[in-house]
């Protein structure tokens, strides 16, 4: 059967914003987070502090009324974290609730150490090691796969914040300094002068991820960068100033958010659908971890995989068999061994014991 268009009417409603606020040190860029806590139009609020080490100081503002999330430091716990607020936020979004509050402070000590993991990893290469043996103060290099990788970390975050059905705010650092070329070096106008630009200490992209963008300055009033709406325009190159600036103006009067905002509609775009279950395929340990996700693959008529997809994870669960039943490497696995010939003989019984437990051809055995 042909695929049927699935679609459906605008609703014109206004969704709830993800803000950057950005800017230098000590410019208030915290203080204005979690003031905005304090509002009788927002809810249930939650504060991730990633080394700025603020927030309980903060929460002596009158009338703030946040909770800091608790994580051990490590990138998966605070992702965690991050996505167990968003389900809260979506229970709360059902019932009909004021909406909850999420705030990352802040994504420069994030992108610092998604960058430490990278560099930690290109340290390990087989190649940069001799490298180091050498001259232990040699230049690693990152190979693009260690950056896509620390990326996808990043977007896993953003993406969480993207979709939070909620007001999300992330903080980071921003200040003035010298454009570099592609070589690295300065580059400068044509009065040789060395020309200026301003840099967000974050993951390169992460102006075009959010829907609002607010950089903050000690010495001048806040500027608005950009914002994602209907009612106003702000130019490129031309931010509009905010002399009287707090989140709850920015999103209640500026962006015209209200109680009947709705959360973005964002679903990850994935290459297909078999991601889930492929981490159920990684997550198996053993032969019965194997025919488990087999046998729930089988049985479950919700899948919504494609055929090729459902081809695939069956693949993969043959696969991971095949490679916990692979013999350890030993003194005794010379070729025609005894010892070869035993085990050869108890992988083959087991594929066997494999194909009638799933029904199929035996799952073939180790290399």
């Not at 607020?85 to 004021?98: D, H, I, L, M």
């Not at 993207?162 to 980071?172: E, K, R, V």
């Not at 958010?257 to 981490?279: F, I, N, Y």
């Not at 899948?303 to 669960?317: H, M, P, Q």
Request: hydrophobic letters at 40%; one cysteine or more.
């Amino acid at each position: 059967m042909p695929p049927k268009i699935k679609s459906r009417k605008p609703t014109g409603i206004i969704p709830f914003p993800f803000i950057l606020l950005e800017g230098e040190e000590g410019a208030g860029k915290s203080y204005s987070a979690i003031e905005f806590t304090k509002s009788e139009q927002v809810g249930q609020s939650y504060v991730v502090d990633l080394s700025e080490g603020s927030a309980d100081e903060y929460g002596a503002i009158p009338g703030a009324r946040f909770e800091i999330i608790d994580h051990d430091g490590n990138y998966l716990d605070i992702a965690d974290q991050i996505e167990a607020v968003r389900e809260e936020a979506r229970r709360v979004a059902a019932a009909g609730e004021p909406p909850v509050v999420l705030i990352v402070d802040s994504g420069t000590a994030m992108w610092r150490m998604l960058s430490g993991w990278a560099h930690e990893r290109a340290r390990r290469s087989n190649s940069n090691r001799r490298k180091l043996r050498e001259d232990p103060d040699a230049k690693i290099d990152v190979t693009r796969n260690l950056w896509n990788d620390s990326t996808d970390r990043w977007y896993r975050i953003i993406h969480a914040m993207q979709s939070f059905p909620g007001i999300a705010i992330m903080l980071a650092r921003g200040k003035e300094v010298s454009a570099t070329g592609e070589d690295g070096q300065p580059l400068l106008d044509d009065r040789r002068r060395v020309v200026r630009e301003w840099r967000v200490g974050a993951q390169k992209d992460v102006g075009f991820d959010v829907t609002a963008w607010v950089r903050m300055r000690r010495d001048k009033d806040p500027e608005l960068i950009k914002a994602r709406t209907l009612l106003f325009r702000v130019e490129s190159g031309s931010p509009k100033p905010l002399p009287d600036f707090s989140i709850e103006r920015l999103v209640f009067g500026m962006l015209g958010c209200s109680t009947a905002s709705q959360p973005r509609q964002m679903p990850v775009l994935v290459g297909d659908r078999t991601g889930p279950w492929m981490k159920k395929v990684d997550a198996a340990t053993s032969r019965e971890g194997c025919l488990a996700v087999w046998h729930e693959l089988d049985a479950r008529a919700d899948t919504g995989l494609s055929e090729i997809e459902w081809n695939t994870v069956r693949g993969a669960v043959k696969a991971r068999a095949a490679e916990l039943a692979a013999p350890k490497d030993g003194i005794d696995d010379v070729p025609d061994s005894d010892a070869a010939r035993l085990r050869a003989a108890a992988e083959d019984q087991q594929a066997e014991a494999d194909a009638e437990a799933m029904g199929t051809e035996p799952m073939p055995a180790a290399a």
